[in-house]
């Protein structure tokens, strides 16, 4: 079955960097195209980026420049480089499969405070 395993969250100040990872499995992971989203606390989820089967990516106005989506196919991986962080990127970050998404992993916490 489709699994998907978000790691690299954590605590960091504003400022800093975080690498979030997305291990894939259950599905051929180089066709498919993969998301990453995040939701904070009293708000709906929402889109972060994305990226096609191919590299192409795209990404919400609030994290252009900062965030970069990327993936690795000989790892079924797909990883978020997140820099310059704000507060306000605090939120739970979930990877999806497909586009529209068609499963969610369980998500990893981000928390931007001083």
């Known amino acids: 079955q489709v699994q998907l395993v978000e790691s690299g969250g954590g605590l960091v100040q504003p400022g800093g960097s975080l690498r979030l990872s997305c291990a894939a499995s259950g599905f051929i992971f180089r066709i498919n195209p993969m998301g990453w989203y995040r939701q904070a606390p009293g708000k709906q989820r929402e889109l972060v980026a994305t990226?096609?089967?191919?590299?192409?990516?795209n990404y919400a106005d609030s994290v252009k420049g900062r965030f970069t989506a990327s993936r690795e196919n000989a790892k079924n991986t797909v990883y978020l480089q997140m820099n310059s962080l704000k507060p306000e990127d605090t939120a739970v970050y979930y990877c999806?499969?497909?586009?529209?998404?068609?499963?969610w992993g369980q998500g990893t916490q981000v928390t931007v405070s001083p």
């Open positions: 990226i096609s089967s191919g590299g192409s990516t």
């Open positions: 999806s499969l497909g586009l529209p998404p068609r499963y």
